[in-house]
């Protein structure tokens, strides 16, 4: 399960404790400059000592940074820059139970991961959200179908056991699911 705080403030428990005992993913939002410059370091680290040591928690900054890149918002390497220095804060907090997590947007992640790609010292897991916006099999673009692990991580050429979904939705859209 992921919970997306995007630019909120970081807390934990989520939610009350509403997730209970189960691994879970947690993404949000900072502006990729402000990370850099340290301007988020104490609220990120006061929220990674909160963390739990007795089961895996994967931290995901700005998950589908690669849409967000292709639409403008950032570049590839004010975003990358900042990925590595969340990535150096888990580090520090000296907690196995931390997984960076870079999740990118299914339909176009592989063409676009080289370009965000931190390295693999940065990334624990790699997460692809898969989306199916339309039915239309004409739409190249778009996937018809979940691709499996062994797959994605081919065609990547991501060396690691550690390759997830991390969402998976359809949307109602007039009287059809896509």
């Not at 992921?2 to 404790?17: D, H, K, Q, S």
């Not at 850099?36 to 929220?47: C, F, L, N, P, S």
């Not at 820059?81 to 990535?87: G, R, S």
Request: proline fraction near 8%; aromatic fraction near 10%; charge should be positive.
């Amino acid at each position: 399960m992921r919970y997306f705080c995007g630019p909120r403030p970081l807390v934990w428990p989520i939610e009350g404790g509403v997730f209970g005992t189960t691994p879970v993913v947690v993404s949000f939002k900072r502006p990729p400059a402000e990370v850099v410059a340290g301007a988020h370091d104490g609220e990120i680290k006061a929220w990674l000592a909160l963390l739990p040591r007795d089961r895996p928690t994967y931290i995901a900054y700005e998950h589908e940074m690669d849409a967000k890149i292709a639409k403008g918002e950032y570049t590839a390497e004010a975003v990358r820059a900042a990925y590595i220095h969340v990535a150096k804060l888990v580090a520090a907090q000296g907690n196995p139970q931390l997984k960076d997590t870079l999740i990118l947007t299914g339909y176009q992640y592989r063409p676009r991961l080289a370009a965000v790609w931190p390295g693999p010292e940065y990334v624990d897991v790699l997460g692809v959200d898969t989306y199916r916006w339309s039915n239309n099999p004409s739409v190249s673009s778009l996937p018809r179908t979940w691709r499996s692990r062994g797959n994605i991580a081919s065609r990547s050429g991501w060396r690691s056991s550690a390759c997830g979904r991390a969402a998976r939705r359809r949307r109602r859209v007039g009287s059809g699911v896509r």
